[in-house]
């Protein structure tokens, strides 16, 4: 291969990795309010079918402190769609972002978790970011547990 080809094919793969679509959710850190120490309070419903099924939409739940505990007290707030019991598992992080409140420069992980509830045929993953938060809103095929 000469040179010339040789450099068009470098540059041509550095131009393909620069130019990904990076994450980065704009945080407007709303603040959350607690039902109780367990929940939070949630008092919108997404329309959206993406809202906290694809990482770039994930469920923003913030929390300085309390980001891993605002994150469960996000999941305990929901029941599948006849008031089932949600039990919820968490699979890891995925999918680094942009954010100014990371722990460690300015960058983020969302987390996986997988829900379940009886009657489901498969579980459900939601993202979620803790990081950065924004009005919660209750996912497409959940409600609320105070309802």
Request: charged share 20%; with cysteine.
């Amino acid at each position: 291969m000469n040179k010339v080809a040789y450099c068009l094919l470098i540059s041509g793969f550095l131009y393909s990795c620069s130019s990904k679509k990076e994450l980065d959710f704009k945080s407007p850190n709303v603040e959350q309010v607690l039902l109780n120490d367990y929940v939070l309070l949630i008092s919108h419903y997404s329309d959206d079918p993406t809202y906290g099924y694809a990482k770039e939409n994930p469920v923003m739940t913030g929390g300085g402190a309390d980001r891993v505990l605002n994150q469960r007290r996000y999941l305990n707030a929901l029941t599948g769609p006849e008031g089932q019991y949600v039990s919820y598992r968490r699979l890891g992080s995925c999918c680094m972002f942009k954010t100014k409140n990371g722990t460690f420069g300015d960058t983020g992980l969302l987390d996986m978790y997988e829900l379940t509830y009886d009657g489901i045929q498969e579980p459900v993953i939601l993202y979620i970011n803790m990081y950065d938060s924004d009005t919660l809103q209750v996912p497409v095929g959940f409600r609320l547990i105070y309802e």
